[in-house]
């Protein structure tokens, strides 16, 4: 089966330093992956739209600055949180949409960011 | 209102009960329709994916769409402890790309 990977699983950092997240499909294509964030208890929130070899498009509400996305390839889309702050303490998931299968997508395990 | 619907529980059964799961949701232009399961601190999961309106059956899990009501469900059959879990509901007009997703119903499932 599909199989989406996302690095680190957990990572804990100082207010005011960056912090990048990998998300990889590990046996597809992924033209399109997912940015999502998700609270405790709560569903996930779409964050942006990540398009290979094009700019991020972010949803209402989110800072394109704050959360800076790159998508280099068919396989790998980071999530770098500039200048992290302890209100951004949240579980990131990314997601890939199979090129060959548009309407399915397959979720990374997440990353939990903790900032002090 | 929200796009999407979901009761949040939590719904506790015991083991070997049918489970029913369902949402609501207010946008016709929706047409693919899944069902996530997630573990505690995991991502989610991929258990069922629909097309438009029917059934569709994988094992001791089927989903339903109706697009007549705007409502989809999925049921568990002879359940396991091993299927507590929160369950996600997502819809997709498939433009984008962009899932639409229920708040997530938390299932406890007791031996």
């Known amino acids: 089966g599909a199989v989406v990977s996302q690095h680190p699983s957990w990572v804990i950092c100082k207010s005011g330093t960056s912090v990048k997240i990998e998300c990889r499909s590990l046996d597809f294509q992924a033209t399109t992956m997912f940015w999502y964030r998700q609270f405790p208890k709560q569903s996930l929130m779409l964050m942006a739209t990540?398009?290979?070899?094009?700019?991020?498009?972010?949803e209402q509400g989110v800072e394109k600055d704050k959360f800076l996305i790159n998508h280099a390839s068919l396989t790998l889309s980071t999530l770098t949180v500039t200048s992290a702050h302890p209100e951004d303490s949240s579980f990131y998931i990314c997601s890939a949409r199979d090129s060959l299968r548009a309407d399915t997508q397959y979720f990374g395990p997440g990353t939990r960011l903790t900032v002090l | 209102q929200k796009e999407v619907e979901q009761d949040p529980g939590p719904l506790s059964v015991p083991e070997g009960a049918i489970v029913s799961l369902n949402c609501t949701y207010s946008?016709?232009?929706?047409?693919?329709f899944m069902w996530y399961r997630q573990y505690s601190r995991k991502g989610p999961e991929l258990l069922m994916y629909?097309?438009?309106?029917g059934n569709k059956e994988d094992g001791r899990f089927t989903a339903q769409v109706d697009k007549s009501s705007k409502y989809i469900s999925l049921f568990i059959r002879d359940s396991q402890p091993s299927d507590s879990a929160t369950y996600l509901c997502a819809m997709s007009s498939s433009n984008t790309g962009k899932l639409i997703f229920g708040q997530g119903t938390t299932l406890q499932v007791k031996p």
């Open positions: 629909t097309y438009s309106s």
């Open positions: 990540s398009n290979e070899g094009s700019k991020a498009t972010y």
């Open positions: 946008n016709s232009a929706f047409q693919y």
